[in-house]
């Protein structure tokens, strides 16, 4: 099956401090990725939609500047958090489509966390 | 707007034996999917089952079964002969069959299997 990989699997950060995530589609060409957040023994809540080529699709209440999407290629998204706060801190995970190949179903990334301090 | 709900935050089955997972779901869409996935404790989200909405035969894989009741808007999970390695967060998603290919997620059930 097609294999997303996602960078770091955990990082640690200042406060105010900006981390970037990098979400990479191995062994297919994803025009759409998809970021989610999940808190501890909770769902995942979608942040944005990005697509390859033009900016990302937020969700209501998901602060576009704080949370920074850049698709820059078909294989690669990156979700950037600045300027960091503890409440930042969550599980953060990518998934992607296959616009040719089981084009309804996403795959995902194994997930980062993220602890600021 | 759409909604997944899962109505059973933790179940518990013994091993070898038949769980069943409920999700139900609201909709004005005729046209759908609905997923099945699992989360371990690595927190990779793993597809177990999917299902069209325009079909009216449930999906199988192996020891994984879905009763899809369309009507009723219904899509629960049978799992067959449960093995330890089934334990985890199973979450049911829904995707609208037009637009953003984004996925709604219900709360997930928490499955244990005893030894």
């Known amino acids: 099956g097609a294999v997303v990989s996602q960078h770091p699997s955990w990082v640690i950060c200042k406060s105010g401090t900006s981390v970037k995530i990098e979400c990479r589609s191995l062994d297919f060409q994803a025009t759409t990725m998809f970021w989610y957040r999940q808190f501890p023994k909770q769902s995942l809540m979608l942040m944005a939609t990005s697509n390859e080529g033009s900016k990302a699709t937020y969700e209501q209440g998901v602060e576009k500047d704080k949370f920074l999407i850049n698709h820059a290629s078909l294989t690669l998204s990156t979700l950037t958090v600045t300027s960091a706060h503890p409440e930042d801190s969550s599980f953060y995970i990518c998934s992607a489509r296959d616009p040719y190949l089981a084009k309804n179903i996403q795959y995902f990334g194994a997930g980062t966390r993220l602890s600021v301090l | ?115």
Do not use: H
Not at chain 2, 78 to 90: F, N, P, R, T, V
């Open chain 2, 1 to 115: 707007a759409q909604t997944v709900t899962q109505s059973q935050p933790e179940m518990s089955v013994q091993e070898a034996e038949t769980v069943t997972l409920s999700c139900t779901y609201d909709t004005s869409e005729s046209d759908y999917y609905l997923f099945w996935y699992k989360q371990p404790p690595s927190r990779q989200m793993i597809l177990v089952i999917r299902q069209e909405a325009y079909k009216q035969q449930n999906a199988t894989e192996n020891r994984f079964s879905v009763n899809f009741q369309k009507a009723a808007k219904s899509f629960s999970l049978k799992i067959s002969d449960s093995q330890l390695g089934d334990a985890a967060m199973y979450f049911c998603a829904y995707r609208s069959a037009i637009g953003t290919y984004k996925y709604i997620f219900g709360t997930g059930t928490r499955l244990k299997v005893l030894a």
